[in-house]
């Protein structure tokens, strides 16, 4: 059994760590809040912008459109991969590394590139995938104008045929506790053609014309839609975070516990010992 020293160095260091994760989980709840009402906030936006954009490409032939949605040979891969910057938040970043190494597997090893937005991504992929660029510094201020600027670079990336097909991990954000792993397609576009919907399209006038609209709007929706996916993994790391420190807490609780019985029993042995000695002593002086 370790003396009594050792424990009470132990006490002290796990009572230390207990109060270090408690005030990260504060930090992170209070943090989460703001990032899961921005979230909440645009994601209803976000996603009909993309449902107008492909209901539109779905009832349009070519044209203008066609250079966001053409089907083209797959000969470079691009993933975009959303992590955080910082760890201490669970199987968040390594469940987001796991997904971007399965898209990557479907395709020859020279044809895929990564782009990492957020640290943990950079640092886990540049030894082991082509990591084009790193862009984690998005998070020190995380707003639409500098995300647009990474969307806009992205789709040019796209344009210009550097890459063929850009696809976007990240972790969505469901609840505190709870996120999915997510694999969008950025480009090329993935217009819906059903009859059902081609209908719905229909039954609206545009003004101007359709074509004219979804040229303006494209660009728009891949900033949004980028927007969306890193406010959805800003939102989701502090949950993950939140959760981590809060189990991280009671473990260091529950340990604190056991350490304390342990140096109460220990205590208690010492004191009895130092009584036995003493009534040994006693005894053999009057012996």
């Not at 203008?64 to 089907?71: C, F, K, L, P, V």
């Not at 993935?190 to 009859?195: K, L, V």
């Not at 979804?214 to 800003?234: E, G, N």
Request: glycine share 4%.
């Amino acid at each position: 059994m370790a003396n009594l020293k050792e424990i009470r160095n132990r006490i002290s260091s796990v009572s230390s760590t207990m109060q270090i994760t408690s005030a990260m989980k504060m930090v992170s709840a209070a943090k989460l809040k703001r990032a899961q009402d921005a979230i909440t906030a645009m994601r209803p936006y976000a996603e009909k912008l993309t449902e107008l954009i492909q209901n539109l490409s779905g009832s349009l032939e070519g044209g203008a459109t066609g250079i966001y949605t053409d089907q083209r040979e797959i000969n470079r891969v691009l993933i975009v991969a959303i992590t955080s910057n910082r760890g201490l938040c669970g199987a968040f970043n390594t469940n987001a590394l796991k997904k971007v190494k399965e898209v990557a597997a479907q395709y020859d090893a020279d044809k895929v590139g990564v782009f990492a937005i957020g640290k943990k991504a950079y640092e886990s992929l540049y030894k082991t995938n082509h990591v084009i660029a790193n862009r984690s510094d998005v998070f020190d201020e995380l707003t639409f104008e500098n995300v647009a600027v990474i969307a806009e670079s992205l789709t040019n990336m796209y344009l210009t045929g550097e890459y063929d097909k850009i696809v976007i991990v990240y972790n969505q954000f469901v609840n505190a506790a709870t996120q999915n792993i997510m694999a969008e397609q950025f480009l090329p576009l993935e217009p819906i053609a059903s009859q059902e919907e081609e209908t719905a399209a229909n039954d609206y006038i545009y003004e101007p014309s359709k074509e004219e609209i979804v040229v303006t709007l494209i660009p728009k929706s891949l900033k949004t839609q980028l927007y969306k996916a890193i406010r959805d993994s800003f939102a989701a790391e502090h949950g993950a975070r939140m959760t981590a420190m809060h189990k991280a807490t009671d473990n260091a609780t529950d340990l604190r516990d056991q350490l304390k019985l342990t140096y109460n029993k220990a205590r208690q042995a010492a004191i009895t010992n130092e009584i036995l000695e003493i009534v040994g002593g006693a005894n053999a002086l009057k012996g």
